[in-house]
């Protein structure tokens, strides 16, 4: 079993709509939890970041961690063509500024359309 | 763009050959962590060099190998490359001991290995 999970897609969706992506996880050590944005043939930029449990926002983006379910996810409203990327989830037991080794989900590819 | 750089941008590379990947990091950055992502995957950590020396690996043979320069710039190695060794090789930097919310990711190297 894979450390974290995440549903692969692709996923199509319509200008303005609102998406939904998660990830599952198994180790309970993880404590930094993080949304990134990969566009094709970049390199992953961060989106969301968070440490405890419950939701963040900025803009349009929401991130939700529930640590008690092993369960985070990103939500997009109004969601735009220029969105269209790869999300990839990623989670580590120590933060950024230390020993930090990252565990990505494998990414969903999500498409917008006009 | 995040101010880590990576070269070459391709490289294609035969079976049994030697590859070196090169890394800077962004200014003021003295830690480096590498990742291996292969095509429709998440990236998976390599390993992480922080003054010169390595500071954690990932489930890697010995065959990836790695530098930290005294400029904080940074190499990765692959020796007797086999076929699954194709990838998109990122590296990403950071700040050890200063909070900062995330690790900044290049826009990686893509090797073929035929």
């Known amino acids: 079993q894979k450390e974290v999970e995440q549903d692969p897609g692709p996923l199509s969706v319509p200008e303005g709509a609102i998406v939904s992506l998660n990830c599952t996880y198994s180790n309970s050590a993880f404590q930094y939890f993080m949304w990134y944005r990969q566009y094709s043939r970049k390199g992953p930029e961060l989106l969301m970041y968070?440490?405890?449990?419950g939701n963040k926002e900025d803009g349009r983006f929401t991130a939700q961690v529930d640590k008690s379910s092993k369960y985070i996810s990103l939500f997009i409203r109004d969601s735009q063509p220029s969105d269209s990327a790869t999300y990839l989830c990623?989670?580590?037991?120590?933060?950024?500024?230390?020993?930090?080794?990252?565990?990505f989900g494998q990414g969903t590819r999500l498409t917008i359309n006009p | 763009e995040t101010g880590v750089t990576q070269s070459p941008t391709h490289l294609i590379k035969t079976r049994g050959q030697q590859v070196t990947l090169r890394c800077s990091s962004q200014?003021?950055?003295?830690?480096v962590s590498w990742y291996q992502q292969a095509l429709g995957q998440g990236p998976q950590f390599i390993f992480q060099?922080?003054?010169?020396?390595?500071?954690g690996r990932g489930n890697f043979p010995p065959r990836f190998s790695g530098l930290q320069f005294p400029n904080y710039s940074s190499e990765l190695n692959v020796n007797a490359l086999e076929l699954d060794d194709s990838a998109l090789y990122l590296c990403?930097?950071?700040?050890?001991?200063?909070?900062?919310?995330?690790?900044?990711f290049g826009p990686g190297t893509r090797l073929l290995v035929l």
């Open positions: 990403a930097s950071s700040l050890y001991g200063v909070e900062v919310e995330t690790q900044y």
């Open positions: 200014s003021g950055h003295n830690t």
């Open positions: 060099y922080y003054r010169e020396e390595e500071n």
């Open positions: 968070t440490y405890s449990s």
């Open positions: 990623a989670m580590s037991k120590f933060p950024p500024w230390g020993a930090q080794k990252l565990v």
